[in-house]
């Protein structure tokens, strides 16, 4: 039902669904979903849970992933998403946005939202996609404090420590850092841009009984694996956490490109989400009917055709 529905919302907080998905058998899969819309179609196909990726808020705003974005830009997409769905929602948390009483600011925020998990990451300001290059790390007890920080804050929230030590420190570097924010009060762990299968499963091998969370972003360091192979090297989640929207925009750069070219939408129309399509992903009607006031929309069916010219004439 509509998000408008009282009784049909979630009794349990968001953090206490999502440790429940985690529970279950299999893998926990978590595609980016960074709008409203984008929610309800990941929810449509099946999906029980969602990621909020950094990157695709900040894309989304034309901004770089550089660390620019706020605390209250993000909250602004949670809860478009969080009420969209009805899911939990996994939410990027970059570096927490400054030290400790900042990081307990932004979980106050992000749960207020409607958020059920967030990670936090050991880089400094200005931060990086964790496949690029030249990545500043903070000290690791320095991070550990924030994940700390971030434990004190939560009611509800999972939190996740994500750290991007492998590419300088290597596996024993990122291991020492992973086995610190554990003790500090993290409930998971990310190991970004691991390259190899081997990697993977070597900081599985070495976190034992430590839930794990794999990062499966294109055009980045680490090869394609599927959400089963993620599950047998001994991953308990994995995102996607850009690929919704680089398929929407390469979608919309089509788009544009055909209006200027052909100076109108004609030759796309079979590529669009048709009106009665839309409808039914917003529940249109469902809404609708909720106002008494409001006569049921009928949705025109297909696209009319211009007359012919010698029928004008």
């Given amino acids: 039902m509509p998000y408008v529905i009282g009784e049909d919302l979630p009794e349990a907080p968001a953090g206490a669904r999502f440790r429940a998905l985690l529970e279950r058998p299999g893998i926990l899969r978590l595609p980016g979903a960074h709008t409203g819309m984008a929610a309800l179609l990941a929810k449509g196909a099946g999906f029980e849970a969602l990621y909020m990726s950094g990157a695709a808020m900040s894309a989304n705003m034309g901004l770089p992933d550089l660390g620019m974005i706020t605390v209250d830009d993000v909250c602004w997409y949670i809860r478009q998403v969080a009420r969209a769905s009805a899911l939990p929602v996994l939410v990027d948390g970059d570096t927490g946005y400054g030290e400790a009483l900042n990081v307990m600011h932004m979980v106050r925020a992000f749960e207020e939202a409607g958020a059920a998990a967030v990670h936090l990451e050991d880089q400094l300001l200005p931060k990086k996609c964790g496949h690029l290059n030249d990545k ?178």
């Avoid at 030590?165 to 596996?171: D, L, N």
């Avoid at 599927?226 to 989640?237: H, I, K, L, S, W």
């Avoid at 590529?271 to 929309?297: C, G, P, S, W």
């Fill in 136 to 313: 500043k790390l903070a000290d690791p007890h320095d991070m550990a404090a924030k994940v700390a920080a971030a434990r004190k804050a939560r009611r509800h929230l999972y939190v996740i420590a994500r750290t991007d030590a492998a590419a300088s420190e290597g596996m024993d570097g990122a291991v020492a850092r992973a086995k610190l924010y554990i003790e500090a009060g993290a409930d998971a762990i990310f190991p970004e841009a691991l390259v190899t299968a081997e990697m993977f499963r070597e900081f599985a091998r070495r976190m034992p009984g430590v839930k794990l969370l794999a990062n499966m972003t294109e055009f980045g360091r680490t090869p394609f694996f599927t959400d089963r192979e993620f599950e047998e090297m001994g991953y308990a989640m994995v995102i996607w956490p850009v690929s919704a929207l680089r398929v929407a925009n390469k979608a919309m750069e089509e788009l544009y490109a055909a209006i200027n070219r052909d100076g109108g939408t004609h030759r796309m129309v079979d590529r669009m989400q048709t009106r009665a399509e839309l409808y039914q992903t917003i529940r249109y009607h469902e809404y609708e009917a909720l106002d008494a006031t409001l006569v049921k929309t009928v949705i025109p069916e297909g696209m009319p055709q211009r007359e012919s010219e010698g029928a004008a004439r």
